[in-house]
């Protein structure tokens, strides 16, 4: 359910629905867009954080995981908005995530 609510926050109103499978499979979307460094397990980070209450978290805030000095610095806390500027990479908003 949480994995479900939180592709469902990233689909709603954002441009990344145009990437959005025929028939709007949103497992599908986060598998194809945000499983290769993401997770949604709580603790389980990898490449990038786990996305278990991702929102309303303050950016680069999540225990033991070693953000960049970008992330830790910047001065958001994850929402529709947020989350929608910066999926499907971090690239556009953090230039030195990457």
Same mark, same amino acid.
């Given at each position: 359910?949480? @994995?479900?609510?939180? #592709?469902? *926050?990233?689909? @709603? ?36 954080? =786990? *996305?278990? !209450? /991702? /929102? #309303?978290?303050?950016?680069? +805030?999540?225990?033991? %995981? !070693? %953000? +960049? =000095?970008?992330?830790?610095? @910047?001065?958001? #806390? ?7 500027? +910066? +999926?499907?990479?971090? $690239?556009? =908003?953090?230039?030195? $995530?990457?």
């Amino acid at each position: 359910m949480i @994995a479900f609510a939180l #592709v469902i *926050l990233l689909l @709603a109103g954002t441009p990344i629905e145009a990437q959005a499978p025929a028939g709007g499979d949103a497992q599908l979307l986060f598998n194809n867009a945000c499983r290769t460094c993401h997770t949604l397990r709580e603790g389980d980070n990898r490449l990038g954080p =786990s *996305l278990h !209450g /991702v /929102v #309303v978290r303050r950016a680069g +805030s999540l225990p033991d %995981y !070693g %953000y +960049s =000095s970008a992330m830790k610095q @910047a001065d958001l #806390v994850w929402d529709a908005a947020t989350l929608d500027r +910066s +999926s499907p990479t971090l $690239t556009p =908003s953090f230039p030195a $995530t990457t």
